[in-house]
C-alpha cells in the first residue's frame, strides 16, 4: 500500500509541473508546489476542484520557507531550476544560486522533516556530446556547458543521503515535448512545430545533431509511478528516461509531414537548414527503465506535433510566436533575470 499521500513539487508551475500536478491530484495525492510563478499564475485555474492544491509563491533558496512548506510532506519531486543553456548564461550567478547551491538544503531540510522520498529531475544533457550508439547511465557526464554540469553536480549529493528512511531517485529525462497549459516553445520539437503552424517555416540550426526526445504525458506518468514502486525497487536508482533518439533534422521532416497531413490546402512547409555552434549530440538508451522499473513510453514525437497543433486550432495561445511567456530566456530576460527559483526542468532547444 503506497504510503506517499502529500507531495511537494518544486518548479510545479512550470512546463512539466503544470501537467504532472492536476495527475497526482487526480490519484489522489494532497500537492503542495513551490513556484515563483514566474510565467504566470494562472497555470491552474482550470483544476474545478482544488481542496487538494496548496500553491507557495516563493524561492527554493528561502531556507525559512523550504522549512514550513515541507511540514507534513512525505515525499518530494524537484523539478525547480533556471532551465536551458541561454536561461543559466543570462546569470550565472543566480543560476548556479539556484541550481546547485539551494539543492543540498532542500534534500537535508527534506530528510530532516520526514520526507520519504525525493525524486530529481536532472537531464540527460549532463552526456554532453557523446558517438555511443546508444548512451547508458554508466556513461562518463561530459557536460559542455554550466548548466549540464552543475546539474550533473546535484546527482552524487541526493545519493549521499540515501538512507533506509528516505529513498532517493535520480532521472535522466530526454527533451520533453509537447502541449502544457504552461507552454514552451524553446524546446526543440515545439520550436519547430510552432514556426511550421505560423510561418509555414522551419529553420533547423545544423540538423544532424542527435537528440533523445520524451512526451509530456509519458515522462509526467514516470513521475507518479516513482511515487508508487516499492522503496526496494528505486533506492538510490540512476535512470534515463527517453524514447526517440532523433537527430534535428529528421525532426522537422516529421513536423513537415503531420503538417502537410493536417492542413491539406497549405503548401508544405519549407526547411532552412542554418549553421549552428550547438555541437550537443547524442544517443540514449533507456533499457534499463524498461527492464527494472517496467517504464515503456505511450506516446511519440508525432503525437506531441499533433498535439499542438489542435492547441493552436483551439487558440490556446496568446501571440506564440512572440510572447515571453513562452520563451525562458525572454521571460528572464524581461524580469532582468531576477527573482530566482524558475519552475521547470528542461533542455535547451
Known amino acids: 500500500m503506497n504510503q506517499l499521500k502529500n507531495v511537494l513539487v518544486t518548479g510545479g508551475a512550470g512546463y512539466v509541473g503544470a501537467i504532472l500536478v492536476p495527475k497526482l491530484l487526480n490519484k489522489g495525492y494532497r500537492v503542495k508546489v513551490l513556484d515563483l510563478y514566474t510565467y504566470g499564475e494562472d497555470v491552474f485555474d482550470d483544476i474545478k476542484d482544488k481542496s487538494n492544491l496548496v500553491e507557495i509563491k516563493g524561492d527554493i533558496c528561502d531556507q525559512a520557507l523550504l522549512q514550513s512548506s515541507l511540514k507534513g510532506c512525505d515525499a518530494v519531486i524537484h523539478l525547480a531550476c533556471i532551465s536551458n543553456d541561454p536561461s543559466f548564461e543570462l546569470n550565472p550567478g543566480l543560476s548556479l544560486k539556484v541550481n546547485y ?9 527534506s530528510k530532516e522533516n520526514g520526507v520519504k522520498r525525493f525524486v530529481y529531475a ?60 504552461r507552454q514552451r516553445f524553446d524546446l526543440t520539437v ?21 537528440r533523445p526526445n520524451i512526451h509530456i504525458g509519458d515522462i509526467t506518468d514516470l513521475y507518479v509511478q516513482l511515487l508508487e514502486l516499492p522503496d526496494a525497487k528505486i533506492a538510490g536508482k540512476i535512470y534515463n528516461a527517453g524514447f526517440q533518439n532523433r537527430a534535428v533534422g529528421d525532426i522537422a521532416l516529421i513536423v513537415q509531414k503531420i503538417m502537410s497531413q493536417e492542413f491539406p490546402e497549405r503548401s508544405e512547409p519549407t526547411i532552412e537548414t542554418l549553421p549552428s555552434d550547438d555541437i550537443r549530440s547524442y544517443r540514449i538508451s533507456s533499457d534499463k ?44 530576460k524581461s524580469l532582468e533575470a531576477q527573482p530566482a527559483a524558475v519552475g521547470g526542468a528542461g533542455n535547451k532547444a
Not at 556547458?145 to 546535484?154: E, I, L, Q, R, S
Not at 541526493?158 to 538512507?163: D, G, H, I, P, R
Not at 505511450?298 to 510572447?323: C, G, P, S
Open 101 to 109: 547551491e539551494a539543492f543540498e538544503p532542500l534534500v537535508r531540510i
Open 122 to 181: 536532472s537531464t540527460c544533457s549532463v552526456y554532453g556530446v557523446s558517438d555511443a550508439p546508444e548512451v547508458t547511465e554508466d556513461h562518463p557526464l561530459l557536460p559542455i556547458t554550466d548548466y549540464n554540469k552543475y546539474k550533473g553536480m546535484c546527482e552524487p549529493i541526493l545519493a549521499k543521503y540515501q538512507s533506509p528512511e528516505f529513498t532517493t531517485i535520480t532521472i535522466r529525462p530526454a527533451t520533453v515535448c509537447g502541449y502544457s497549459p
Open 190 to 210: 515545439n520550436i519547430l512545430t510552432n514556426h511550421a503552424y505560423h510561418n509555414n517555416r522551419i529553420k533547423v540550426f545544423g540538423g544532424k545533431q542527435e
Open 289 to 332: 527503465i524498461k527492464r527494472e522499473l517496467g517504464f515503456v513510453p505511450r506516446f511519440t514525437i508525432e503525437d506531441a506535433v499533433r498535439d499542438l497543433i489542435k492547441a493552436f486550432r483551439a487558440n490556446k495561445f496568446q501571440d506564440a510566436m512572440n510572447n515571453p511567456r513562452y520563451f525562458n530566456i525572454k521571460t528572464l
